[in-house]
Each structure stands twice: as structure tokens, then as C-alpha cells.
């Protein structure tokens, strides 16, 4: 009987949550699968590996010993896997998402495999761990994703959000409405590690807008919106869609970063990051921000800097 790679990052995911469930909504499986690989590492190991008591469960010695291995074994694995010829980067749902499949391996030279970042993983501990050698995202001031070490970032974009209400709603013929014109309204945000519910939370209690903010699935989501059910923050490059109008929010209180993640010992080299961001910027200028609701509100704050300094 042997440990494979599953049964250890079981073992890792309780030391990271303390708690069965835990360890299952990080890893994206089932509890039962989370006892049945913990009852198999603690036979390969030949003893118990964590205590339970009422505040969940912590490593015995020997747990602690059989994590460090296992870090150890899964951070090997995850360079080699990263050692590829091809590039790995991720990215969270945003609006140049589409355009660094392209972007990437023009300005890189490279084949450059993207995939969206997992629901079980932040995106920065995917660069921080070896799984991608970058990550594009996007977080929030005062939410903003944690710096690690040896993971370095480069601003691209600041942005504000806008909202998308029911076209045929009471707001819906309005081009720009103050958050108190939704209080009362059931607030939705698609469920992206991103730190979008606890920062829109934030701005909406500091604003002292009462209002119901809920987790939605993303095909869902817009189809909520144009039934009038819920008002979505959404990103100001977003694409008209029927029966569903796009407003700008007085006073610009959503603002939006978008930053490239990367890190400094990985393959990328300083000028391949500076070419990639560089190419980035180019795109949020040319194709992000062609919409006309988003073109007719940078004519209205020229002093805005959607470009952050470096």
C-alpha cells in the first residue's frame, strides 16, 4: 500500500483548514473522500495524524512530519509540471481574460497554455506554489490579494465598476444613478476568489446603503439581472446584453485593479513581464475601453488614470 499524490495534499488541506469540510471545499471533493484518504495515509504512516476536538483537528508529531514531506514532494511536483516547454498563466474572470490567450504568446515568443484560475486555490498561491508561473487578476482596495514571498506584481488597470440593472426596470432608462438610489435592492457577485462580496459589503455599509448582497453562479447572473431580481456591479468594458442596461455609479465608489502576478525566481524574465504588461495596457486602451458608455464617462473624468504607474 502506498500514499499517491492525492492522499498528501488531503493531509496538507487539513493542516491548511483544521476541519474535514474544510479540507473537502479546498480540494473540491466530498468529505467521505477526505476521511477515506486521510484513513489511508494514517495506515501507510502507521499511526493517527491529527487530533479532533471541538475546534477542529491539528496535526499529532507524526502529522506534522508526514505534512512536511508532503509539502515537500508537492512543491517538487509542481515545478517539474511548471519545468514544461510551454508557459502556464491563469486568470480570474475579467475583461481582458480573452485577450491574454493572445496577447501572452505574442509578447512572450512562447507557447503559453491559460486556463481560468480554480475555485479551490487563491490565484496568487498559484504562482507562490509553482502551478502557474503567472497570474492575472483582480482584487480591491482594502481586499487586496496577499503578498507572498518571491512573488512579485505590475499593476494594468484601475477601473471603475458600473452596474447592470433590468432594461425595463425602474432604473433601467437612467445613465447614472448614486448607490442610494439601490438600497433596498438585492445586490448579486459571482462567486470568483477576487474579495468581491466582502469589498462591496464594505462600500455599501460605509455608504450607508442597506442592501442584500448574494453569491450567484455566472450563467445565472445576468439572467437575474434582466428578470429585475438583482443589480450586478459589473466591469465598465462589459458588452451591451438584451434587456439589460449598463449605468454609471456617481461619485466612481467601485473601483477595480487589475494586476499581473509573477514570480521573481520563475521563468519570466524582467523584460518578458514588462512586454506582456506593457501589451496588456495596449489592450485595455484599445479594446476594453471602446465601449461607448465607458468612452462617454472617460470624457467625463479626464482625470482619471486607468494606467497606474509602475
Not at 205 to 226: I, K, N, P, Q, Y
Not at 299 to 310: A, E, F, I, L, V
Amino acid at each position: 500500500m502506498e500514499l499517491e499524490f492525492r492522499h498528501l495534499r488531503v493531509v496538507l488541506a487539513l493542516v491548511d483548514t483544521g476541519t474535514l469540510t474544510g479540507a473537502a471545499a479546498q480540494l473540491g471533493i466530498t468529505q467521505p473522500a477526505v476521511s477515506e484518504a486521510l484513513r489511508r495515509a494514517e495506515r501507510v504512516a502507521g499511526g493517527a495524524l491529527f487530533r479532533r476536538g471541538a475546534h477542529g483537528a491539528s496535526p499529532t508529531p507524526l502529522g506534522e512530519l508526514v505534512a512536511a514531506h508532503a509539502r515537500g514532494v508537492l512543491d517538487s511536483l509542481a515545478q517539474l509540471k511548471a519545468a514544461g516547454s510551454a508557459l502556464h498563466l491563469s486568470c480570474t474572470p475579467g475583461t481582458l481574460q480573452p485577450h491574454l490567450v493572445v496577447l501572452a504568446e505574442e509578447a512572450l515568443g512562447r507557447a503559453v497554455d491559460v486556463h481560468a484560475a480554480p475555485e479551490s486555490a487563491a490565484p496568487v498561491e498559484l504562482v507562490a506554489d509553482g502551478r502557474a508561473h503567472a497570474v492575472l487578476v483582480t482584487d480591491f482596495r482594502g481586499h487586496e490579494h496577499p503578498e507572498l514571498p518571491g512573488v512579485r506584481r505590475t499593476a494594468v488597470a484601475n477601473e471603475p465598476m458600473f452596474v447592470a440593472v433590468a432594461e425595463d426596470g425602474p432604473l433601467g432608462d437612467r445613465r447614472e444613478v448614486d448607490l442610494g438610489d439601490l438600497a433596498g435592492i438585492t445586490w448579486a457577485v459571482t462567486p470568483v476568489r477576487d474579495r468581491r462580496r466582502a469589498y462591496l459589503l464594505d462600500v455599501l455599509t460605509g455608504a450607508g446603503v442597506r442592501a442584500r448582497v448574494s453569491t450567484v453562479d455566472f450563467a445565472a447572473a445576468f439572467g437575474l439581472v434582466e428578470m429585475g431580481r438583482v443589480v450586478l456591479p459589473v466591469m465598465p468594458g462589459a458588452r451591451p446584453r438584451a434587456g439589460i442596461a449598463f449605468l454609471t455609479l456617481a461619485g466612481t465608489p467601485l473601483v477595480v485593479r487589475t494586476s499581473l502576478f509573477w514570480r521573481a525566481d520563475g521563468p519570466l524574465r524582467p523584460d518578458d513581464v514588462i512586454r506582456l504588461r506593457d501589451r496588456l495596457v495596449d489592450a485595455q486602451h484599445a479594446l476594453v475601453e471602446r465601449t461607448p458608455l465607458y468612452q462617454e464617462w472617460l470624457k467625463r473624468h479626464p482625470d482619471w488614470r486607468t494606467t497606474p504607474s509602475r
